[in-house]
């Protein structure tokens, strides 16, 4: 009640107090944006990009209707949605954080979902995808097969909690009637655009929540976790804010593993706020204890498969307290900037089709009312 009596001036104090904090701790802050730049350019733009155009072409193309046919018995009765659904939820698991949650807002604005269903599908549908993933690990010793395990975890975590929701009360059966649409080169142009402003906006997220990180660190917040009995505390509470900084973890293997695995499925508190800007039906309290669990359950499925192929004996021996630590890979940032003044340039002459067309269509309107 005191809130919504003042929320106006609650949030012109908290804008104030966090325009003095961005004074106070701008050197901090520009060391840690800075470091998030890279990251993007090096890591979030190369994994994400070309699978966001995809899935725009996925959608647009009334392709993603039949990818589901070969689980056509499977999905209703175990995971509680139809195929179509959950040609979507497997989709999601390869395409990258936000991917997922945009699919089902476009499908929920064509009327194939109804907006309960897209936001609860959002909860489970929802992967950092293998190209992410792999761009994480960087150089990780026996990389591949890591991938593997925490990829495989991550995916049956969901899948798991895809049954405990929907098995009970399942996802709408109706299947939407939406015609096959060519790819033609206008479509490519228009999802290119599409995802270019979904990755754009996605980089700027980050780098918000690394200028926070960096207002932590000058406030002595992140020294101060330190003291917690949790190993690399400070690394872990950066990642559980954004989860690109989960290269600074530096844990022994055996406590290394099921922790990322547990932050690449949670996603980071970045990650949500984003699937929530992309997606206006999920609720971001049950997007947070979702994800939450799903961190958990991919955390013991990783240890348990740590237990079963016998890794604790093979890479404890060899490394003893310092543990592995991720390392950014040395790649040219120049690709990825090419990459986004390309983008700028597709998005700028999609804007000025779509102008020259609305042009076009007032011209013949007022052409009709004079006739």
């Known amino acids: 009640m005191f809130f919504s009596k003042h929320r106006a001036a609650i949030t012109a104090l908290f804008l104030l107090l966090m325009i003095l904090l961005c004074t106070g701790y701008a050197g901090t802050m520009q060391s840690y944006i800075s470091s998030a730049v890279t ?4 890591i979030i733009v190369p994994s994400l990009y070309a699978m966001m155009i995809l899935s725009q072409l996925l959608i647009h193309t009334g392709v993603w209707r039949i990818l589901g046919k070969p689980f056509r018995w499977i999905a209703p009765r175990l995971f509680g949605m139809p195929d179509y659904c959950f040609a979507l939820f497997l989709c999601s698991q390869f395409a990258g954080y936000p991917v997922g949650a945009g699919m089902l807002q476009e499908l929920a604005e064509q009327g194939a979902l109804s907006q309960k269903d897209a936001g609860r599908l959002s909860l489970v549908c929802f992967g950092g995808g293998p190209a992410f993933l792999l761009g994480i690990l960087g150089d990780y010793p026996n990389r591949f097969s890591v991938f593997l395990l925490l990829f495989f975890c991550c995916c ?10 929907f098995r009970t009360h399942p996802i709408s059966i109706t299947e939407p009637k939406q015609r096959f649409q060519p790819a033609d080169a206008a479509l490519w142009i228009q999802c290119t655009a599409s995802a270019g402003k979904n990755l754009l906006q996605l980089c700027a997220m980050i780098l918000c929540f690394s200028g926070l990180c960096g207002i932590l660190d ?6 101060w976790t330190a003291s917690w009995k949790l190993p690399d505390s400070s690394a872990i509470v950066q990642s559980f804010l954004e989860i690109s900084n989960v290269i600074q973890l530096s844990l022994p293997f055996s406590l290394f593993l099921p922790m990322l695995c547990g932050l690449y499925s949670f996603g980071g508190c970045c990650v949500l706020l984003q699937v929530r800007a992309v997606n206006k039906y999920v609720s971001l ?3 947070f204890g979702v994800r939450l669990l799903s ?5 013991a499925f990783c240890k348990m498969g740590i237990t079963v192929l016998h890794w604790e004996e093979k890479y404890d021996t060899a490394v003893t307290v310092s543990g592995y630590v991720l390392r950014e890979t040395p790649n040219s940032i120049f690709p990825a900037c090419m990459l986004l003044i390309m983008t700028l340039l597709v998005f700028h002459l999609h804007h000025e089709q779509c102008a020259h067309d609305r042009a076009n269509r007032s011209v013949i309107s007022k052409d009709g009312k004079t006739k």
């Open 39 to 42: 990251r993007c350019l090096t």
């Open 156 to 165: 049956l975590a969901n899948g798991l909690l895809a049954i405990v929701l």
């Open 218 to 223: 000058g406030m002595h917040v992140l020294e």
């Open 285 to 287: 309290g049950s997007l």
């Open 295 to 299: 961190a958990v359950f991919s955390a």
